[in-house]
């Protein structure tokens, strides 16, 4: 029912689009793939009317349709939830749900009562933990991708683009989402979802079109496939094999920071742990369940109660971040709209801004230092980036978040904090992202890692400490660290109840 054929798409000197083609039925679910950059959001930003097509054709019914803005796409019944997300700061969560098609009483005027109801019904639907008048800046990224899920279903689309929409999700919020979108294919909805959580795609979609460098070069059946040969279609290489973290126990004198009954509000309650040089903390846990906050006041973010954080052999009470960072502490957050990106500053200002803040001596910075340092970092992560001096929105998701990762490589930390950092993040990226943490944690760097995502916990982390209502619940290592243990976890049950 939807056909596209030879998209092209060119940003200035940059191609995002070169000969993708992509073809589905009515009430199919394929996954669009690809590495960072290779054009997925582009693809689905043109379907949206948000970005315009330099040449290919797009037919709906076989037949030839033109997409110039967001109206023409939704007339044609297409919905998109963005990477992004399109949500308005200063609106409600009702408002933004409704916005341009609130439901018309018999005289034309708008029908509160049916209205509110309406975005009440579908917020419980797919699970969003919000109140109807709530704005944005109050809620957590999970919640955010869910109302930005509800909004596209609101229109009662034939045609669903979801981009990167699991990326904050939870273990348990993804499930609800994978219920309710089996329900709408099973209607004969036709959805596309854009994800780097490879595992998933098995769950929901039948298909994938995997793109590379803006090329649509494979369409393969998911039942007849597995992720290695994705991933080599994706690069273009075949995977290397991940080591294992080794399960070697880092010396128990070590311990680099110790936490103490640490309270904060109702939001962390009693958290005490003790950790050595050079280990990988998973922190694992649905969402809110205490483990942002608590990473976060370790790095003096957020104010503690009562209870004390030594680091290095020293009590320590930052009152800024500023001071953490000072003290050798990084943190780097998948949430780049809020918390990583200078909008307004250019990829090598971005990358170079954490050295900037370690303010250690006061030598004059040069533009060429800063220049020469941010193209060393990309060269090694290959980040795909037109030009240095570009602005840091002209990458793609993923590539900015690879930006926020060279900066604090750039500085070695001797802890880094990191709350959900590959977000969005392509899979081999991801792979080479975790081996960078390994190699930094040998060398003594000590890394605590919050991740909505299991498979990352389980494949980084030495030891998990699972958070359930603003607790610990448990702590998993060596042979424990399994999928099933960490899921049953993550909801409350001991690990002997998940057995049953
Ligand atoms: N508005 C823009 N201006 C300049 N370049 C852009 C713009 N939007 C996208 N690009 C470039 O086009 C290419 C494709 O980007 P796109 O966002 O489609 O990638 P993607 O596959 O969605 O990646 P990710 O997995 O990281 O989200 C990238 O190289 C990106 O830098
Ligand atoms: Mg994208």
Redesign the pocket.
Known sequence: MLELLNIKKK??A?T?LDRASFAMEKGEIVALL?A???????LVKILGGTVKKDAGTIKIDQKPVEIRSSAESRNLKIAVAY?ELSLIPKMTVYENVMMGHFIKGKFGQVDERKNRSFVASLLEKYGADCGLDEYPKDLPSSTLSIIEIVKAVSWDPDILLLD?VTAALHHNEVEILFSNLRALSEKGVSIVMVT?RLGEIFNIASRAVI?RNGESVADVDLKKTDINKIVYYMTGKIPEIVENPSDEKRSGEDAVLIVDNLTIGESVRNVSMRVNRGEIIGLGGLEGQGQSQFLRSIYGAIPLESGSITIAGRKVDYKSSADAVKDGIGFISGNRNRESIFNLRTIGENIFSAKMSMGRDFSPISNRMIIQQANQIVQEYDI?I?QINDPIT??????QQKVVFGRWILVSPAILLLDDPTK?V?VSSRRELHNFLRKAADQGMTVLIVSSDNDELLEIANRIYVFYEGGIHCMLCGTDCTEEKLVSAMMGMTVKDSAK
Do not use: I, P
Not at 36 to 42: H, I, Q
């Open positions: 940003f200035g940059v995002a690809g960072n950059g290779s054009g997925k959001s582009t990477q990167e780097h793109l795909k037109g002209s990458l793609s998701g993923g590539n969005g392509d």
